[in-house]
């Protein structure tokens, strides 16, 4: 039950993290899923990277 609740406490932790970015820059939470997939398999070398700007999705850094 205590990993349970640990679980759930991470995911709702994500998902307000995940909205604080999106209000912070403005954007959906489907283009914020949309960008995070489409890096993820750019990292993994699955897909080619994309050159162009607007593509690209900022990253808020913490003390920056």
Partial sequence: MQERKM????QTELFEKIEEYCQAYGISK???VRF???NALEGL???EAVSSPKSLMPIKTEGR
Avoid: E, H, T, W
């Avoid at 679980?7 to 991470?10: G, L, M, N, T």
């Fill in 7 to 10: 679980s759930v406490y991470i």
């Fill in 30 to 32: 489907s283009d914020f």
């Fill in 36 to 38: 995070a997939i489409r």
């Fill in 45 to 47: 070398g699955l897909i």
